[in-house]
């Protein structure tokens, strides 16, 4: 059974940086991209970013690049993403999906990022 | 304003039919990149529905169907149950810019 487990969301101040975490079980992770998709309160789905399997190429949308880092570590069956120069828009449910072709087949619970002061 | 158009919500009586619409352009849906879709109760994981446009994974009844034409994609529910009020988001790709994956505003359905 594929599961995802998201931690590290928390309350930090606007220009902070916050580390999330995705524990991954159930499949071969290393076979798989994986990816962050928000859904801020009250909003819809937004994709954030993702990587590919190996971590040599990474992706991000337009409104977290240069600020947010996605990686992995496929020994650890676990994917991260650093999150830098934190602003209030960027408060949001978290969620941890795995890729399979074009789209996301599992998700895990979502983990809460507030950016506030 | 999402790259992926959809209506903000739409509402059935039980055992109804409804169809949730899905309007992109010609760097995403009509370029030829697939739709999936997720159905979304909230304080839950979202669930993929539907994939690459037509296909439902395993478990998901067959009450649900997905179509695509040209630049738009559509969302079907036949026999509706009130256990299928939630959020339904469709997602693709966009090859703008340095390329994305897209989803929809979301449609909230509403069993009567």
């Known amino acids: 059974e594929v599961q995802l487990l998201e931690s590290g969301g928390d309350l930090v101040q606007p220009g902070g940086s916050l580390r999330l975490s995705c524990a991954a079980s159930?499949?071969?992770?290393?076979?798989?991209?994986m990816s962050w998709v928000r859904q801020a309160p009250g909003k819809g789905l937004e994709w954030v970013s993702l990587i590919t399997g190996s971590g040599a190429s990474t992706y991000y949308a337009a409104s977290v690049k240069d600020r947010f880092t996605i990686s992995r570590d496929n020994s650890k069956n676990t994917l991260y993403l650093q999150m830098n120069s934190l602003r209030a828009e960027d408060t949001a449910l978290y969620y941890c999906?795995?890729?399979?072709?074009?789209?996301?087949?599992?998700w895990g619970q979502g983990n809460l990022v507030t950016v506030s002061s | 304003q999402s790259v992926l158009t959809q209506p903000p919500s739409v509402s059935g009586a039980p055992g109804q039919r409804v169809t949730i619409s899905c309007t992109g352009s010609s760097s995403n849906i009509g370029a030829g990149y697939d739709v999936h879709w997720y159905q979304h109760l909230p304080g839950t994981a979202p669930k993929l529905l539907i994939y690459e446009n037509r296909n439902r994974p395993s478990g998901v009844p067959d009450r649900f169907s997905g179509s695509k034409s040209g630049t738009s994609a559509s969302l079907a529910i036949t026999g509706l149950q009130p256990e299928d009020e939630a959020d339904y988001y469709c997602q693709s790709y966009d090859s703008s810019l340095s390329g994305s994956w897209v989803f929809g505003g979301g449609t909230q359905l509403t069993v009567l």
């Open positions: 159930g499949f071969t992770f290393s076979n798989y991209a």
């Open positions: 999906t795995k890729r399979s072709a074009g789209h996301f087949d599992f």
